[in-house]
């Protein structure tokens, strides 16, 4: 899969992806995530219940890749606990500086697995670990 690909496939997950950009009723918590270098700029809600993410969604605006990166976030954390969430972060993080190499984890990571070549386009990097970010931020600060 080239670069391209990569970056057409992102782009249609987002545009089918939109229903994940709205406001939560009553978000147990929210965070901000920036990104000066693109201006890319995700507020991530999520409602949790016992350690639990019951549902999580974004608003914000930025680029293709950080919109398509929280989509998919939010869609692969619902019903996962903060351990389980913050180890899928950490795998993603490894992933796009090329530390993950075995298939097992990729295909924990489910869609977010596609930004795996996001490497070799490093000015996006930030971009595509906006969210995973913003979502180790909350469960650390817990
Ligand atoms: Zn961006």
Redesign the pocket.
């Known amino acids: 899969m080239n670069l391209n690909e990569i970056y057409t496939e992102v782009i249609l997950e987002q545009s089918r992806n939109k229903r994940n950009k709205r406001d939560l009723d009553n978000p147990t918590v929210k965070e901000l995530g920036h990104?000066p270098s693109?201006?890319?700029e995700i507020t991530l809600q999520l409602k949790v219940d016992n350690g639990k993410i019951e549902d999580a969604s974004y608003t914000g605006t930025?680029?293709a890749?950080?919109q398509a990166s929280t989509s998919i976030m939010v869609d692969r954390i619902k019903d996962l606990s903060y351990e389980e969430a913050l180890k899928l972060a950490n795998d993603f993080i490894a992933m796009v500086k090329g530390e993950v190499k075995d298939e097992k984890t990729l295909e924990e990571l489910g869609d977010a697995a596609i930004f795996e070549n996001i490497q070799n386009l490093p000015a996006?990097v930030?971009?595509a670990v906006?969210p995973w970010y913003t979502l180790k931020e909350i469960i650390e600060k817990k």
């Open positions: 990104n693109c201006g890319d930025g680029c890749i950080s996006r930030k971009c906006l």
